[in-house]
């Protein structure tokens, strides 16, 4: 059975982006109002909470990318049992992590006044405890219910369908806390719709699946054999998701601990803009997995070849031309948002824009990668950039503060996880150098920064400021960038192969 790839992934993006526009201006809204009506420290331990419990979220180490991968196979080949095996299995490790993340989560509430900066405590009418026992009990609730039906939605490539439960519910959730915010004022009474809309967001996941999969039920086992594979896989993507809860999740833990909730709060709101970006991105990334793992399965690498060469220009483009407009607009957005009271230098702004650029960049690769189910072959190189990531951050967030943090993370990701990952790669699935790879990318990056500067330019060439100016600045960097782009690759095969299938979706739809 080959998937429909490209329908899938156009119905797949389509849901995911209107779900990633709810998760960016919801949220988005939720953090001014609990700013403007209560104070950045309850931000911030929203923030700190939600650090510490991803670092222990099953999300984070992997499970779902292992059995979904696990699955790609026999779906290709139409092997119900195996599926309904495959999927027995993993609502079992499901409830097995949930468990685990209630032990170990209640195994560190005495360190919880450790995670803050006593110089910046937090607010005197929240109980830290309480607090936190509703962000444990959230969750751990959804890997006690049904979460491990998303695992299927994943290698169906039917993430429309979880996008739009998710969609739903979160609205309603949003509703809910905002009229909570005004009308109670009160903290406690705005996060409770918080396990309340993921049991809801379990239970609606549950009778879609069970509607459009009526076929797959929990039953039966896999071989041992099978599920040793299995557990080297989730063991090698451990580590790797070990890395990414480095980068989001340690730092914020960091930081809140040396220098206060007050500025996590701040350094937040700008993470909360990069997050927005790689949401976008990444509901490109999560829309086309399957259908890359699809491919590896019934086509050839050197199609496949091929098809990263073109993704990869696509993917460049489209975080290059996200990092143009990071450069150019953060602090005017920043300025209309929160005030000029609350922004952090442009060194600030300059480090989050390269820290994005360098991390996602290079994310076609990794897409593949998971895709292909090649964890175990770098299956050290995690655990040494979440080393040395976290060392140097808490050398030199004492130096120079927030931006120590960021200058850690970005060496990690740029010294050692891309150099390694790309090799192990290209050494091991297409079989030739990573040479051309290499070149290729420092192409793209000179050309990206050089885009930049100039965009940076005429941007200050607007002056003024307010929303009038921030408009005619987003004007520039939505026209220039992309024409600069357009003008130097439309004869270029990548470029050419991206018109076919623009055309070719249109066609179908």
């Not at 609730?141 to 695992?151: G, M, N, P, R, T």
């Not at 949401?279 to 050197?302: F, K, M, Q, R, W």
Request: charged content about 15%; glycine content about 6%; some cysteine.
């Amino acid at each position: 059975m080959q998937i429909e790839r490209t329908k899938q992934s156009v119905k797949s993006s389509l849901s995911g982006f209107i779900f990633k526009i709810i998760t960016l201006l919801f949220p988005f809204l939720v953090r001014t109002v609990i700013i403007k009506r209560l104070g950045e420290e309850y931000v911030g331990l929203s923030t700190l909470f939600t650090s510490v419990l991803q670092v222990l979220s099953l999300s984070e180490l992997g499970f779902a990318s292992a059995i979904a991968y696990a699955m790609y196979k026999p779906i290709a080949e139409d092997d119900k049992p195996k599926i309904c095996a495959l999927l027995n299995f993993v609502k079992t490790v499901y409830r097995i992590i949930g468990i685990f993340i209630l032990v170990v989560g209640v195994a560190i509430i005495p360190l919880l006044p450790h995670f803050i900066n006593a110089e910046s405590p937090p607010p005197s009418d929240v109980n830290l405890y309480i607090l936190y026992g509703i962000y444990l009990f959230n969750t751990v609730i959804s890997y006690l219910l049904f979460a491990y039906k998303s695992v299927l939605l994943a290698a169906y490539q039917r993430l429309d369908v979880e996008n739009n439960v998710m969609s739903f519910c979160n609205i309603v959730m949003y509703a809910f806390q905002i009229a909570a915010l005004y009308v109670f004022r009160n903290y406690y009474v705005y996060i409770v719709f918080l396990p309340l809309s993921t049991i809801a967001i379990n239970l609606l996941r549950s009778l879609r699946v069970k509607k459009i999969f009526p076929e797959y039920v929990c039953k039966g086992t896999i071989e041992k054999s099978e599920k040793k594979g299995v557990y080297k896989n989730i063991g090698a993507l451990m580590g790797h998701r070990l890395s990414g809860a480095v980068v989001t999740s340690v730092m914020n833990i960091i930081i809140s601990a040396n220098l206060g909730l007050i500025l996590l709060t701040r350094y937040g709101n700008y993470y909360t803009i990069i997050n927005a970006m790689l949401g976008i991105i990444l509901i490109v990334y999560s829309s086309i997995t399957a259908g890359i793992g699809n491919s590896i399965v019934v086509d050839s690498v050197e199609k496949n070849y091929t098809d990263f060469k073109n993704l990869t220009f696509i993917n460049v483009w489209m975080v290059g031309w996200i990092f143009v407009c990071l450069i150019c607009l953060f602090q005017p957005f920043m300025t209309i948002w929160m005030g000029e009271d609350k922004l952090l230098p442009f060194s600030t702004v300059i480090l989050f824009s390269l820290y994005f650029y360098f991390w996602r960049f290079k994310d076609m690769l990794n897409t593949y990668k998971d895709a292909a189910g090649m964890w175990k072959a770098d299956w050290l190189k995690p655990y040494v950039v979440t080393a040395v990531s976290l060392v140097l951050g808490l050398i030199l967030i004492n130096v120079w503060g927030i931006n120590g943090t960021l200058v850690a993370v970005i060496a990690g990701v740029f010294v050692v996880s891309m150099p390694w990952e790309t090799h192990v790669f290209f050494r091991m699935y297409f079989n030739r150098s990573p040479k051309n790879y290499y070149l290729r990318m420092l192409i793209y990056t000179v050309i990206i920064v050089a885009i930049a500067a100039l965009t940076y330019y005429v941007c200050g060439l607007v002056g003024g400021t307010g929303i009038l100016t921030f408009i005619l600045k987003l004007g520039v960097c939505v026209v220039l960038p992309n024409a600069i782009i357009l003008l130097l690759s439309f004869k270029t095969p990548e470029f050419r192969w991206l018109t076919v299938k623009i055309k070719q979706i249109f066609k179908k739809n």
